[in-house]
């Protein structure tokens, strides 16, 4: 077991961490929920006062001129969509017109995947890893059966690793013949596992294949650069981005794939100059707008505007360094700590090769998420034994990464997560 002695020097190198890495932000810019650890930025992001601020000004807005907000002011809501693209195009490495901010990373999912599967006799498979985000398998199926093929012919799983990892080599030979699409993460949601996303866009690429990526895990963390990287991509803006409680979702169409047909059309998909003409033919924006549906939640977009402007001036490679280091230390308290009670680290240790949050793996998993976060420190749990720590690099430091690892050792060593094992307790676990 631990000494006190291990205690004491993991504390002393938090210290020093933390004075050599300090903030990329103002401390005070993040509400990290008051009281907590929070570890579960991969989740749900904190509020803020910028993004708080947005939607008050949008809320009074709308008291004010009522449906004039639409088209009066500096900021019309007509472009509120437009002008959320622009600012988080250059976090992500996007040109003008290749980002649309729209709905939820589900829906556009489904948007790009409807309009760039163009199945033929021969090629006609869809590349998936096996235990991929359940959304996007459930995409992938649901498109095969509206198309009228079987997920079970049609479908291409690429399976893990014994270790639990996906091999890139593996990933690169599964872009066969008979395969048009795929569907990758940048960072696996399980166990933090990153992805080469520019090495397999490329290969993918040169077999003829195309692949969707889903950056919800990367992006906010990762410096992205998507206009040089990849072709078709969609990310979800509530985790490292903070948007709020499911902000609008994000898609990425490379400009050498515009203008497009989206396979679903809606008229707020179209050229903002034709939307109010009202025409029954759809005349489609010429950029990725296009695969914009229906009116976007003038407050939800707010609350992402807002909260986008914390990265201002923050450099995305000081953003992935910071979680470089908070997630190697994660790692190494975790060996200290808790491998002696049978956790093991279940994320690569390589640096490159993990996003922002780490697994443990324990069979107990269930349990000592709900006693971790009775104690107030919130991870989460994934099946089948996994609990995701993510020390998210904005508004994380090293003695926090310190104080959860050793919150966890003292929960194991007093079996207090045994009051958690019955799994009527684990009903509501997000
Ligand atoms: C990889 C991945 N894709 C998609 C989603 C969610 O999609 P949506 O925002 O449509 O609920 C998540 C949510 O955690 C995710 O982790």
Same mark, same amino acid.
């Given at each position: 077991? &631990? ?17 050599? $890495? ?26 803020? /006062? ?11 807005? $709308? ?6 907000? $639409? ?18 195009? +250059?976090?992500? @490495? ?37 235990? #991929? ?20 012919? *049609?479908? #291409? ?15 690169? *030979?599964?872009?066969? +013949? ?13 166990? =933090?596992?990153?992805?080469?996303? #520019?090495?397999?866009?490329? *290969? ?48 990425? %169409? ?7 047909? +989206? ?9 903002? #100059? ?14 990725? =707008? ?9 407050? /939800?977009?707010?609350?992402?505007? =807002? ?6 001036? %923050? ?37 490159? =090769? ?14 000592? &998420? ?20 993510? +020390? *998210? ?21 007093? @079996? @207090? ?11 509501? %676990?997000?």
């Amino acid at each position: 077991m &631990s000494t006190p002695h291990t205690h004491h020097a993991l504390a002393a190198e938090a210290a020093a961490l933390d004075l050599a $890495w300090p903030r990329l932000v103002d401390p005070h810019a993040l509400q990290v929920p008051e009281g907590t650890l929070y570890l579960d930025g991969n989740s749900l992001g904190p509020s803020s /006062a910028a993004a708080a601020g947005a939607v008050r000004a949008a809320l009074d807005r $709308w008291a004010a001129v009522g449906v004039l907000g $639409w088209s009066d002011g500096d900021a019309p809501w007509f472009h509120a969509a437009e002008r959320t693209a622009a600012r988080l195009a +250059p976090l992500v @490495g996007a040109e003008a017109g290749e980002l649309v901010v729209a709905g939820t990373t589900t829906q556009l999912l489904h948007q790009l995947l409807a309009t760039f599967y163009r199945p033929t006799a021969e090629r006609f498979r869809i590349v998936i890893e096996q235990g #991929a985000f359940p959304t996007d398998r459930h995409a992938v199926n649901s498109l095969l059966a509206a198309r009228g093929q079987s997920p079970a012919r *049609a479908v #291409a799983e690429v399976a893990p690793s014994a270790q639990g990892f996906l091999d890139i080599d593996e990933v690169a *030979a599964a872009f066969r +013949p008979d395969v048009q699409l795929a569907v990758l993460p940048g960072v696996v949601y399980t166990t =933090g596992q990153r992805l080469p996303i #520019a090495r397999l866009d490329a *290969a993918a690429r040169r077999a003829g294949v195309r692949i969707v990526w889903d950056l919800s895990h990367s992006v906010g963390l990762v410096p992205h650069r998507l206009h040089d990287e990849v072709e078709l991509a969609v990310f979800c803006t509530y985790k490292y981005l903070n948007g709020g409680p499911g902000s609008p979702a994000a898609a990425f %169409v490379h400009r050498a794939l515009l203008p497009i047909a +989206p396979a679903h059309q809606g008229w707020w998909g179209q050229d903002k #100059a034709a939307q109010f003409g009202m025409r029954e033919l759809w005349a489609g924006a010429s950029d990725a =707008g296009a695969l914009q549906l229906g009116t976007p939640s003038v407050l /939800a977009l707010a609350a992402l505007e =807002g909260a986008l402007t914390l990265y201002q001036g %923050v450099a995305m490679e000081d953003v992935e360094a910071r979680a470089g280091m908070l997630t190697d230390f994660l790692c190494r308290a975790s060996d200290a700590l808790l491998a002696p009670w049978g956790v093991r680290v279940a994320t690569p240790r390589e640096p490159r =090769g993990r996003g922002g949050h780490v697994a443990l793996a324990h069979p107990d998993a269930p349990a000592l &998420s709900l006693a971790l976060r009775q104690r107030r420190v919130i991870v989460d749990y994934r099946p089948p034994n996994l609990l995701r720590l993510a +020390p *998210a690099p904005l508004y994380t430091d090293a003695a926090d990464v310190l104080a959860a690892v050793a919150c966890l050792a003292r929960i194991l060593s007093s @079996g @207090g997560h045994a009051a958690f094992a019955d799994p009527a307790a684990r009903a509501a %676990v997000t």
